[in-house]
C-alpha cells in the first residue's frame, strides 16, 4: 500500500531535505525511521525539496509499504525513531495514483520577518530580522505584480537546475502584524532560491532603496544580477500543498498559521 505523511521540521537541523552522501537530511531521517517501523527498506517521496536551514510545518511524502499498520502505529512508532526538530504530523493511506511530489497542484511558502531595531533573541535561526522600517503596503503592491504566469529567471539561483523557469504564481502578499511582517507565495512550482529572491527584493523597495516599479523592470530583464539579494534561510517556511480533491489528504497543521 501507498502511505502518505505529514511532517514539521526544524531546517536549521539538516542540510536539507535531500539525500546527499555525508550529509544529514530530512529525507535521510525518515526514510531511516519508516524503514524500521515497516521492517522493511522504504523509499520517501517528498513534495518540495526545501534547502539546508528552511524549515516546514507542512511537508508532505508518501511511501510504498507492504506492512500494514494503523494510521496511529505509524505516528507514534516513526516519531519514536526521529530525531530532535522533526515530527510525523499524520499519515493516511493513499491511492497509488498519489504522488507527494507529481500530483502537487500548488506548494505555499511563508518568509516571516521580525523588523525592528533590535535584533531576534529566542527566536534566532527560526525567523528574518530587518532592521530599518519596512512600507508594507508598497512591499505588497510588488508582490502582487508576481500574480499570473511569468518567466521567473530573475529570481533563480545560479546553481537551479529547473529546465523551465515560466512558473504561475496563484498568490503572493505581504501583511503585518505589529513588529513581525510575513511573505505568503502560493504557486504551481518554484526555482531554486526563488521565494528568498523576491524577499531580498521586496525588502529594497518596503526600505525605500529602490521604486515599486523597479519589481517590473526585474522581471522583465530576467537578470539574477539586477534583482535584490538573497535573504537567508532562517526565515522561510514551506507550509503547505494543494492537491486534488480526489486524494482526500488531511488539512496542513495549525502550526502552519501560528504567525
Known sequence: MRIAGCVEYDG??????????????V?????????QIADHRVRVHGAGRTDSGVHACGQIFHFDTTSERSKHSWVMGINSKLPEGISLIWTTAVPEAFHARFSA????YRYILLNRRVRPGFLIGKTGWYPR??????????ARMLEGEHDFSAFR???????VSTKRVITAEVKRNDDWVWID???????HHMV??????LLAVGSGDRDPNWMREVMA??????AGVTAPADGLYFIGVSYPEEFSLPESPAACRFW
Open 221 to 226: 530583464g530576467k537578470d539574477r544580477t539586477k
Open 105 to 108: 497542484l500548488s506548494r505555499k
Open 12 to 25: 536549521s537541523r539538516f542540510c536539507g531535505w535531500q539525500i546527499q552522501h555525508g550529509q544529514f537530511t
Open 185 to 191: 507565495i502560493e504557486a504551481n512550482g518554484f526555482l
Open 196 to 201: 528568498r529572491n523576491i524577499t531580498g527584493t
Open 27 to 35: 529525507q535521510e531521517a525518515l526514510e531511516s525511521a519508516a524503514s
Open 133 to 142: 522600517q519596512l512600507n508594507v503596503a508598497t512591499m505588497n503592491e510588488c
Open 157 to 163: 539561483s545560479a546553481q537551479c537546475s529547473n529546465k
